[in-house]
């Protein structure tokens, strides 16, 4: 059953004289086909993804940066960019406490239902935002079950900031716990166990082990929790009340703005977002170039 | 914060409690009481109760009032809406996301790496951002929709706008499932194709392709499920003409605005019926090319 090893070379140069020729392999498409698929493709994500990016900072500053400026420095302005940050500043540190506590029972151990489990922490993903920001508003609202307590408590949750805060929890709800849940699986908890075999507690091994492990996954997952958390539309718009300067957040600014026809305001708005988005996909470039974090294929 | 350290370091002793009821396996490593505690715990109070709520509004409604909302001609034509132009969206992803994975896998030219990077875009914009700017665009003075209307074509305010908002917001989701299977392809297969007399169109479809499909079919079902609920990038592009341009979830704002909960709650409620279900047959429809042409994600 010997074989002949210069036949098999002979076989193998065979298709590359046909290349230097200038003709196509059989396992690739020749050049006019590629370059027309490339050609295809990039004109596809510049007209879909680039144009758009493109034309938020070309129109927030269409009528000059004076309007820019006035549009994101008026009363109403300022009260929507603090309140955003407000929002995104209580929302993304309580999921990230519940995704840390989430991956930690999902990776670390063996449990029944676990499938369950981790399927409902997916269950926000798959709910429209408009949805997610009704169910509050019939659980708080004025005709709900809860309504006249709420009142004794002097508590008003819809229509306030309460109310916002919840729907951008549900809605940024599986964020961090996504990103960890596989990146914990993978490391296993084989490095828990020896530190505690050592006589660290679980704190400790928590502390010093698990978190340099998994810090630039946590990170990413921070970042992609807190772009949706600053930039929520749906959710927040039903249960706000649009109120201006007390209930409106960024995103809902640019709608008003928009609808009372002054674009250039809007676009400063949105230019403001936008360069959060920018930043947020460089900086997850940047973590998945250097430190190899997985990309997360689902949101 | 604290009170994970104080109760943790006296935690060892639940996972061999957990062991004699044998809900968890043992397990050295503590916290496991107090991290599935509190994650069920948030979990529950946060999405599960509040979710409950919408499906017990809706069942108070009584099956003949239910019934009437639901065949209410307004609700039928938003529904139809919403689930037709991201049904045609996702479909539209699944040839130009796609096209986009395979020119990114298997194709290097200038600027790949900031055209891979882009493809996140719509994760990342909030969607009233990406509504405005697109309608911006596709309006009949914009950049695009200006050469658009000179040759009679109409995309923004006219049902096109919407497919157009869920096609933008659906493509990552494609290209982002198809790409790793695409990367962790084996090439020796095409190989073994081409010597055995295949052309490549042939090894491309008959070889390729059936192992994407699952791959393909996971893109197709989370870019339709997020189209179906999609809110804020629509209704800038969309002219919410009841009847016509009107989504579902717009139907649901307004009934909201109009204090017509019960309305708002039975829409939502078939919304969500009807993405489970659609979302269950496809899982099930994967699950069968799975078997049929193996793993392939």
Redesign the interface.
Known sequence: MAVDPSAGSALAAAPRRKLAAGRSVPTSERPAVKWTLIGIAVLFLAVILLLPLVAVFTQAFAKGPAVFLKALSDRDGVAAIKLTLLVAAIAVPLNLVFGVAAAWAVAKFEFKGKAFFTTLIDLPFSVSPVISGMIYVLLFGANSALSPWLKTQNLQIVFAVPGIVLATIFVTFPFVARELIPLMQDQGSGDEEAAISLGANGWQAFWYVTLPNIRWGLLYGVLLCNARAMGEFGAVSVISGHIRGVTNTMPLQIEILYNQYNFAGAFAMASLLALLALVTLVCKTVLELRFGVAASRRH | MAA??TR??S??ISPGR?HRWS???P??????G???G???T??TL??????A??GL?AASLGWEEFWRIATDPRTVHALETSFGSALIAALANVV?GG??A???V??N?P?R?I?D??????????????G???S??YAPHG??GAPLGQLGIKIAYTPAGIVLAL??IG???MV??VQ?VLEEFE?EV??VA??LG???LQ?ILGVILPRLTPAILTGFS?AF??A?????SVI?IAANIPYKSEI???L??IR?EE?N?PA??AI?AI??VI?FVM?LVINLVQAWSRRRFGDGS
């Open positions: 994970f350290l943790s370091t935690l060892p957990s809900f968890a396996k397990s050295v490593v503590p916290g496991f107090l991290t599935l509190y994650a069920t948030y979990l946060i999405v599960l109760i509040p979710l709520g919408l509004k130009f096209l986009v395979w020119v990114l298997r194709y030219f600027g790496r055209f990077a882009i493809v996140d875009l719509p994760f990342a914009l909030p969607t009233a951002v990406a405005i700017a697109l911006a665009l950049w695009i096609i933008f493509l990552p989701f982002r499932t790793p090439t095409e190989e081409a010597t295949a052309n490549r090894t989370l499920a997020r179906v609920g999609e809110y804020g800038f579902a979830p717009l649901i704002v909201l204090f909960q708002a709650a939502g919304m969500l993405a979302l």
